[in-house]
């Protein structure tokens, strides 16, 4: 096994960001002599060209295109267990439970006041994010649990559990003709020519296809409806943020949606009493929307 020091892949994912050894050197706040030494260290230790520099300057070599995401991950890796480690230190410190802003509000609701019910009351500090960030700030420690979504958010390599399968409506417009509807179908919602589907990222980056407007936070998306660009779909739950401009319309053929729980494996013990607390806080919320 070859041993890598974090110092050599951040010297390298600064290069291999910039392409210019002098750009990179200002930003590391080094000397330029010494970060073209180190990188050439790692070449020899790996024994692979990472880095190709010739008169038409610098450039990843097929090698440095794969080592590069994977340089990233340790560091991220290596920053995580170091907040880890720091935030384990402090016993009475809050469990950092991450969100999507407006994303089972009521369940969350009911979570926190579980928490605070609990015979041992858990101290909960709620980090609200955009879409699909919660699974990098558990990665990289700045988050301990998080409520996400099946299968839409990235859940690899966590602990689940799972709170409440529901399904989705598709927020429009309340002037559109759309929102006079009882209920709606797929088909219906992907063909409406002058409301395309507002464009979620997917699970590992990018946008899907399409003609509707790619979505990177909820305020943005709010206005877009309101304004009569777009419309959604999302879990029912999800609309606690709804504007007095739209109106939710459940979707019948719609996949359910299944909201979790999900924390890394090694933070097991410190957020098995939320994991507890969220059980009943499920059981709740379930209990409220049983058709009666």
């Known amino acids: 096994m070859v041993d890598l020091e ?4 951040r010297y390298f ?3 291999a960001e910039t392409l210019h050894f002098g750009r990179a050197a200002a ?3 080094i000397a330029q002599p010494p970060l073209s030494r180190a990188i050439r260290r790692l070449e020899l230790r790996l024994g692979v060209e990472l880095l190709v520099r010739d008169r038409r300057g610098t450039r990843l070599s097929e090698a440095g295109r794969a080592f590069l995401p994977e340089a990233r991950t340790a560091l991220d890796a290596v920053a995580a267990a170091a907040r880890r480690a720091q935030r384990a230190a402090d016993p009475d410190r809050p469990i950092v439970l991450a969100t999507k802003a407006g994303a089972s509000h009521a ?3 009911r979570l926190l006041e579980s928490c605070d019910r609990a015979a041992e ?5 709620v980090l609200l994010c955009e879409v699909g960030e919660q699974a990098g700030l558990l990665r990289d420690g700045r988050a301990d649990i998080a409520i996400m979504h099946r299968p839409v958010d990235d859940l690899a390599g966590f602990e689940t559990r799972d709170l409440l399968t529901e399904g989705q409506v598709a927020v429009v417009p309340a002037s559109h003709a759309l929102a006079a509807r009882e209920r709606l179908s797929m088909a219906e919602v992907r063909d409406v020519p002058d409301l395309p589907m507002a464009r979620w990222p997917r699970v590992g980056g990018g946008y899907p296809e399409g003609p509707g407007p790619e979505i990177h936070t909820q305020s943005q998306l ?3 409806v309101a304004l009569g660009r777009a419309l959604l779909v999302i879990p ?7 504007w007095p401009e739209h109106v939710a319309v459940p979707v019948v053929d719609a996949p359910e949606i299944t909201t979790v729980l999900a924390w890394p494996p090694a933070g097991r013990e410190r957020t098995r009493r939320v994991v507890v607390a969220a059980g009943v806080a499920a059981l709740d919320e379930a209990v409220l929307h049983r058709p009666r």
């Open 236 to 242: 029912a739950s999800s609309r606690a943020w709804q």
């Open 121 to 125: 009351p858990v101290p909960v500090e």
């Open 13 to 15: 994912v600064a290069v």
């Open 27 to 29: 930003a590391l706040g």
């Open 222 to 224: 709010a206005q877009l």
């Open 6 to 9: 974090t110092r050599e892949l």
């Open 107 to 109: 369940l969350l609701q």
